[in-house]
């Protein structure tokens, strides 16, 4: 499961699958994660500073390789070592504690081994796109089955499967309301 990395969503995800009995692995959307280094790296280099993408670069490397807690251990040594006072090494430590806090959730390398998506961004898209583009209109008012349906359409036409779809649907109709009545030569009453 991919999500953005809120405690309470953590929590609600965690117990429903102790719930439902099954093992669910929790990812956390990649670009908080890249946000956060920025937060530090900007304790480190002077607005604009060209190193500060190159640092930032190689620490996010390091997170997707699963060395989350390592990065955590470097940027708060790097704060000590400078002797940062709190207010220099604020977003240091919050970038740190963050990956730390997060780090359960950050296997980013399992998730690329696997094919998985490590960022929401495509999937928010595409929800905006498919569903809320269309169900969020003024003065709509949707069923489930006139929801489903609608969605479902609108991923065929999508995806470019609608033709296939509709040759499909139209096939099924004929068995529907031609073929079974008209089965063995005969006229329906």
């Known amino acids: 499961m991919l999500v953005d990395g809120n405690n309470s969503q953590l929590d609600a995800v965690t117990a429903e699958a102790a719930r439902h009995g099954?093992?669910?692995?929790?990812?956390?959307?990649?670009?908080?994660?890249?946000?956060?280094?920025?937060?530090?790296?900007?304790?480190?280099?002077?607005?604009?500073?060209?190193?500060?993408?190159?640092?930032?670069?190689?620490?996010?490397?390091?997170?997707?390789?699963?060395?989350?807690?390592?990065?955590?251990?470097?940027?708060?040594r790097r704060a000590t070592s400078n002797n940062y006072d709190e207010k220099e090494r604020r977003g240091a430590d919050t970038a740190a504690d963050y990956l730390d806090a997060k780090a359960d959730h950050l296997d980013y390398a399992a998730a690329l081994a696997s094919g998985w998506p490590i960022a929401t961004g495509v999937i928010e898209g595409a929800c905006r796109h498919l569903v809320k583009d269309r169900m969020d209109i003024t003065g709509a008012r949707w069923g489930l089955d006139g929801a489903e349906a609608i969605v479902t359409l609108r991923t065929l036409i999508a995806n470019g499967d609608f033709g296939d779809y509709w040759h499909f649907h139209l096939l099924q109709e004929k068995h529907r309301n031609h073929d079974s009545q008209y089965a063995s030569s005969r006229t329906p009453p």
């Open 22 to 76: 099954v093992t669910v692995h929790i990812l956390i959307d990649f670009i908080p994660v890249l946000e956060y280094l920025w937060k530090a790296g900007w304790s480190f280099f002077a607005t604009g500073d060209p190193d500060a993408e190159k640092w930032v670069t190689d620490r996010a490397r390091l997170v997707l390789e699963g060395k989350a807690r390592q990065v955590a251990t470097g940027i708060r």
